[in-house]
T-cell receptor, first 114, second 112 residues
């Protein structure tokens, strides 16, 4: 059981380049999330999705776009990468209704922008 | 969303009990208290969650006083592998969607 899988694990970009981070979950979860974590800081929510075809902004959405075309996948895009977006990106998923259910996290994508 | 305050770091030795206290003075009636653990180069992992009084699982215990303005995560007989960052979060879990707010966490270092 893979859980939450993030691709790629590492990437180096030049300023202005674009890229897409892929998150896949095999737990049939309704909700999916993208966070970023900067050195010495906690996780900050970028975007989230409460179901296939829906997305919403989190705490720090600027410079990012997301899509949830399939229930199991949640894509995070950087259209024009900036050095300030150097960070570790985590994807998470959780079940839908039924009260509290903890989030399951992937192991992150380390992104460096030069 | 209720803000949480927890110690930046704690040190312990193998075999000791560790208690990490989290303050959340503005917790709302519908908020639950959740703790996550994060190892280097890994995503956070759920440890325990509670609403009031005491909750215990195979990994930890969570103590919540009646006023719910604080909570204490208790790790019995820690080992070197418990060295990690521990996050305390509060949020309304009633709808199933979890708009969690992670603070800076508590960095626990367990020494031999």
């Amino acid at each position: 059981n893979a859980g939450v899988t993030q691709t790629p694990k590492f990437r180096v970009l030049k300023t202005g380049q674009s890229m897409t981070l892929l998150c896949a979950q095999d737990m049939n979860h309704e909700y999916m999330y993208w966070y970023r974590q900067d050195p010495g800081m906690g996780l900050r929510l970028i975007h989230y999705s409460v179901g296939e075809g829906t997305t919403a902004k989190g705490e720090v959405p600027d410079g990012y776009n997301v899509s949830r075309l399939k229930k199991q996948n949640f894509l995070l895009g950087l259209e024009s990468a900036a050095p300030s977006q150097t960070s570790v990106y985590f994807c998470a998923s959780s079940p839908g209704t039924g009260g509290y259910r903890p989030q399951h996290f992937g192991d992150g994508t380390r992104l460096s922008i030069l | 969303l209720a803000k949480t305050t927890q110690p930046i770091s704690m040190d312990s030795y193998e075999g000791q009990e560790v208690n990490i206290t989290c303050s959340h003075n503005n917790i709302a009636t519908n908020d639950y208290i959740t703790w996550y653990q994060q190892f280097p180069s890994q995503g956070p992992r759920f440890i325990i969650q509670g609403y009031k009084t005491k909750v215990t699982n195979e990994v930890a215990s969570l103590f919540i006083p009646a006023d719910r303005k604080s909570s204490t995560l208790s790790l019995p007989r820690v080992s070197l592998s418990d060295t990690a960052v521990y996050y305390c979060l509060v949020g309304d879990m009633g709808t199933g969607f979890q708009k969690l707010v992670f603070g800076t966490g508590t960095r626990l270092l367990v020494s031999p």
